[in-house]
């Protein structure tokens, strides 16, 4: 068993399919994953199964492997201590759940924007530019880059929970770029696909994020690295936070209040 548990996931699902339904069933994603080369112990750890949850899937896993045996059930070496509860976040990690409350705003508000676009009505278009406009200096320009340039480097960057990370970051920046360039030739078609995949992505992303990436990095950060992150990140508030913050949150009110009272159609 301990030979799988050092096995990247990938390799260990392609031999044994009913693995990847079993992580699926404790939310483990690592059949959609696109990288995928960590390994069982690490997805265990990453994860943060409860000690009870960690036997059960240990258990279920070595059955799949092992048929016919009953071989003795390995329990997986944490750095750190096991879930107990509610996640709590260290004041930096808060900061950046807080940030993506914003982004979900305008995400959910997606649907119902496309359902009432026209692309002949510049306003209509101008509440897309503005939302693509949101994403690049809201979403990617303030809060990737602290993800990015700051966050991040505390870590190595070739774990593959951060290769992820960062390969959702440069899809989410060619959809806008294609959503971009669907706005100036007044393509609806263009539109809806890229502001309807960057949602889906986004969403996904930032689920994985505020549940498995921010608690596992807390439990790795030492008290004296989230005092410096928590520094960090209020001198980037400081520095680009204010006026896009600003401009940004006015932009989801904005089209709150359209959504809530849309316009009736005026027929000649
Ligand atoms: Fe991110
Ligand atoms: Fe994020």
Redesign the pocket.
């Known amino acids: 068993m301990e030979i799988y548990l050092n096995t990247p996931i990938k390799e260990v699902i392609s031999k044994f399919p009913k693995i990847g339904e079993i992580l699926e069933e404790y939310e483990i994603g690592c059949v959609p994953c696109s990288v995928g080369s960590c390994l069982l112990k690490d997805i265990i750890e990453i994860h943060n199964l409860s000690e009870e949850e960690e036997r059960e899937v240990m258990a279920r896993i070595s059955k799949v492997i092992y048929p016919d045996r009953v071989i003795p059930i390995p329990k997986v070496e944490r750095k750190t201590k096991t879930r107990t509860g509610e996640i709590k976040y260290s004041p930096p990690m808060k900061k950046l759940v807080d940030e993506h409350v914003l982004i979900k705003r305008w995400i959910t508000l997606i649907p119902q924007v496309l359902e009432l676009l026209n692309v002949e009505s510049p306003e209509d278009l101008r509440i897309i530019s503005e939302g693509a406009d949101f994403i690049r200096s809201y979403a990617d320009k303030f809060h990737?880059a602290k993800?990015e340039d700051i966050l991040f480097k505390y870590f190595d960057e070739n774990l593959d929970v951060l290769r992820t990370?960062l390969k959702?970051?440069t899809k989410a920046r060619s959809h806008v770029k294609a959503l971009i360039e669907a706005v100036e030739k007044k393509d609806k078609k263009g539109i809806v696909e890229h502001l309807n995949a960057y949602r889906e992505l986004l969403t996904e992303?930032i689920k994985k994020?505020d549940e498995i990436l921010y608690p596992w990095m807390d439990r790795n950060l030492s008290v004296k690295e989230v005092g410096e992150l928590f520094s960090k990140f209020n001198e980037v508030d400081e520095i680009s936070g204010n006026g896009v913050t600003e401009r940004c949150k006015a932009f989801v009110v904005k089209v709150e209040e359209k959504i809530q009272t849309p316009k009736k159609e005026v027929r000649p």
């Open positions: 990737h993800e990370m959702d970051h992303h994020e």
